[in-house]
């Protein structure tokens, strides 16, 4: 049994002298929002006896109703960020702006506090996705600019999964991982109240058959999408030879750790509902934590056409279509857009 503990300090035991600072301040992040995940967790065991159901009667910079645990998750890891000494600033799905931390900081913080918020009151999973990425004005305090960053200059990235059971994935950058573990599971004990290794190397198939879509969209959609799930629906005697089946979680937490765990495809596409909306999905603190998850574990994730993690920022909440999975079938997607 290999705990959280155990594994990040057998990664700095390893650690040259070159990166070791970087990776024991990535490493102490890490740690600081898994110790809020599980006080997220302890809250969401207790659900209604916790009074953490319902509306918080706000809403976030997005227009979105804020639950009363996005406002708690987003506070507890708010507080947490800021005081860790490796942390220059955090950037969240419900603050407007970005907030300070420490100026001597190394790290930026971008997080999505609970992601899958109607799931809730309703007891399904939700969870918390994060992505760090490096400071580079130390000694100054930050701005929403010093976020604006690539997904591939991210330096780790990562989510705890709130479900039956809780559980956290994460993958430092290509160049940090020393160890070469790719992505890496650990499940929280709930005896010890540790997290304990389950998995690494995680690697998705090229091809799958099952696919993760919200499909009330499909007349908002663009004429590839439709066609894609066309092709899909009619199976087996279709032009793609083979069924498929749907699995929606409705937490993207949720959907992305099945395909870790199983491969599929999950697509969140462009549609015509609101024009000025690239996509639903977030590109800082969702789409691109995702990407580099999905990357590492030898899948795909763009926005139909375009690599996610290549997109140059101008907004630290702006939206993106995602498309991300087994690896053949993101880019026959892409091949239909591209016809
Ligand atoms: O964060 C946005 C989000 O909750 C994702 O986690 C999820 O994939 C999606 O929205 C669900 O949206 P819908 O309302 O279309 O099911
Ligand atoms: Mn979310």
Redesign the pocket.
């Known amino acids: 049994m290999t705990t959280l503990n155990d594994y990040f300090q057998n990664y700095l035991t390893n650690a040259s002298a070159t990166n070791k600072t970087e990776i024991a301040a990535v490493i102490n992040v890490i740690d600081t929002i898994t110790t809020v995940g599980k006080e997220i967790t302890e809250l969401l065991r207790k659900g209604a006896l916790a009074d953490i159901h319902g509306e918080a009667g706000a809403e976030n910079v997005q227009g979105e109703q804020q639950k009363k645990l996005d406002v708690i998750a987003n506070d507890l890891l708010l507080d947490a960020l800021t005081a860790n000494k490796y942390c220059a600033g955090v950037a969240s799905e419900e603050l407007d702006d970005a907030t300070a931390a420490n100026d001597s900081g190394e790290l930026l913080v971008l997080f ?1 506090p609970l ?4 799931n809730i009151d309703i007891n399904m999973p939700t969870g918390t996705i994060f992505s760090i990425l490096p400071y580079h004005n130390q000694g100054q305090s930050v701005s929403n600019n010093d976020f604006l960053q690539k997904g591939t200059d991210q330096l780790a990235a990562g989510y705890l999964l709130y479900g039956s059971s809780a559980m956290l994935a994460f993958t430092l950058s290509e160049i940090l991982d020393i160890n070469n573990d790719g992505v890496v599971m650990f499940s929280l004990n709930p005896s010890s109240g540790e997290f304990e290794l389950v998995k690494k190397n995680i690697a998705i198939e090229e091809n799958t058959k099952e696919y993760a879509i ?1 499909a009330s ?1 499909y007349r908002h959609w663009l004429p590839p999408m439709q066609q894609y799930i066309d092709e899909i629906l009619a199976g087996s005697t279709g032009p793609r030879g083979k069924n498929f089946n749907t699995r ?1 979680v ?4 949720g ?1 992305v750790h099945r395909i870790l765990c199983r491969g599929g495809i999950f697509l ?1 596409p462009k549609d015509t509902k609101d024009p000025s909306k690239a996509g ?2 977030r590109l800082m603190y ?1 789409a691109n934590p995702m990407s580099l998850l999905i990357e590492r574990a030898g899948g795909a994730s763009t926005d139909a056409i375009n690599r996610i993690m290549d997109y140059a920022p101008t907004d630290i909440h702006q939206r993106v279509a995602v498309v991300l999975g087994a690896k053949n079938e993101v880019l026959h997607v892409k091949h239909l857009h591209n016809l």
């Not at 992601?115 to 109607?118: A, E, K, L, R, Y």
């Not at 409705?250 to 937490?253: E, F, Q, S, T």
């Open positions: 999505d992601d899958g918020s109607s919200n969209n929606w409705a937490a993207m937490v959907d969140y639903k999905l969702e």
